[in-house]
């Protein structure tokens, strides 16, 4: 009898380990669950870094001017969940229109627009 015994607690400790290379691929899934996770992280994390929470939410208005003062300048818009994309040039218009008011530069580089009241 006791040799039987001997022979059964080997064969359990055989099928525990066999047991865990069955799936060799368990822990490549667990790899990329912490890979997803760890990306959703960083992108939060950049977003709230530039200060603007805006550019998820879905009511809030949004204006910004990327590479200003360069010939590839370009205004992004974002009203609601509509966003505006609107490159700059150089190109000259004319037509006819009517003054809406006067800006100024302030000796430290702010520009105020003063907007003229109603014919």
Do not use: C, W
Request: hydrophobic share 35%; no cysteine; proline share 7%.
């Amino acid at each position: 009898m006791k040799r039987k015994t001997r022979i059964m607690g080997r064969r359990k400790r055989s099928g525990i380990a066999g047991g865990m290379d069955d799936d060799p691929m368990g822990g490549v899934a667990n790899l990329f669950d912490v890979a997803i996770v760890f990306a959703v992280a960083l992108m939060l994390a950049l977003v709230t870094y530039h200060s603007i929470p805006e550019l998820i939410s879905e009511s809030s208005n949004l204006t910004l001017v990327k590479n200003p003062g360069t010939p590839d300048m370009e205004i992004i818009t974002k009203h609601g969940e509509k966003v505006e994309i609107q490159k700059v040039t150089n190109e000259t218009i004319g037509g006819k229109g009517t003054k809406l008011g006067s800006t100024y530069m302030l000796p430290g580089g702010d520009v105020i627009y003063v907007p003229e009241s109603p014919p």
